[in-house]
């Protein structure tokens, strides 16, 4: 069992920057696959970033190539996304997600772990 608790979150002026973090309970953490969803209100639940249990292979949706980066400490069960350069349209609850397995997922019921998730707002 894992438990996820996400933070980080706030409202930010279009350009700007915030780093996510999701602390993860358990001790198998490392053996996990994570990601990161995020869900725009009225909209459906949308991928935007994973990386592998090791943290050796990362994968982005095309709408954050480039501008996000994701991140993991085993050693302190925690995995990080860093959001720079952001748009208004990036406004959206981001939710952890971990899959125990060393492989990542872009689909969300491929993860059997969320959290509560953490409000990102941009303005223009």
């Known amino acids: 069992q894992v438990q996820l608790v996400e933070s980080g979150g706030g409202l930010v002026q279009a350009g700007g920057s915030l780093r996510l973090s999701c602390a993860a309970s358990?001790?198998?953490?490392?053996?996990?696959?994570m990601a990161w969803f995020r869900q725009a209100p009225g909209k459906e639940r949308d991928f935007v970033t994973a990386?592998?249990?090791?943290?050796?292979?990362?994968y982005y949706a095309d709408s954050v190539k480039g501008r996000f980066t994701i991140s993991r400490d085993n050693a302190k069960n925690t995995v990080y996304l860093l959001l720079n350069n952001l748009k208004p349209e990036d406004t959206a609850v981001y939710y952890c997600?971990?899959?125990?397995?060393?492989?990542?997922?872009?689909?969300?019921?491929?993860?059997?772990?969320w959290g509560q998730g953490t409000q990102v707002t941009v303005s223009s």
């Open positions: 997600a971990a899959r125990p397995s060393r492989w990542y997922s872009t689909n969300e019921h491929e993860y059997d772990y």
């Open positions: 358990g001790r198998t953490f490392s053996t996990y696959a």
């Open positions: 990386l592998s249990a090791s943290g050796s292979t990362t």
